[in-house]
């Protein structure tokens, strides 16, 4: 049997077409950007975990009249928690006062433009309109 040394695809072929010299870059997809931030958050959370399970020894919690025990790691994970919901209502309340009047301001504008008619009242509809077009 003799083999034929010739292949069916070119062997000068490229992967990817050049672009002024240059090999075009691999375009990004949303698919990767969901993929890196759920593999950070699937990080954050095994570290939350380490965390909570080696801040395991009891503590008082004193919480407006409320109190109890909790592991330390779940107590300074709510807190943590807490700060967080309060930093997003604080900046939530100042981007909605920054923004009220704005909104105030444009409503005001739309509402106070008047509203013109192309033809006065008393006039007759067919006056403009040439003697040969009837």
């Not at 083999?3 to 069916?8: F, H, I, K, V």
């Not at 309060?86 to 100042?94: D, E, F, G, K, S």
């Amino acid at each position: 049997m003799t083999r034929s040394t010739g292949s069916a695809h070119p062997t000068n072929m490229q992967s990817a077409p050049k672009i002024n010299d240059r090999s075009r870059p691999v375009p990004r997809v949303r698919a990767g950007g969901s993929l890196v931030a759920f593999t950070a958050s699937a990080v954050v959370l095994l570290l939350l975990l380490i965390f909570i399970l080696q801040n395991g020894q009891r503590t008082d919690v004193h919480f407006f009249g409320a109190q109890g025990q909790l592991p330390m790691g779940v107590a300074l994970l709510l807190a943590a928690v807490f700060g967080v919901l309060l930093v997003t209502i604080q900046a939530t309340m100042r981007r909605i006062i920054q923004l009220r009047p704005l909104t105030r301001r444009h409503r005001t504008a739309v509402y106070t433009t008047t509203i013109t008619r192309p033809d006065p009242a008393g006039t007759d509809p067919g006056a403009d309109v040439p003697e040969g077009r009837n």
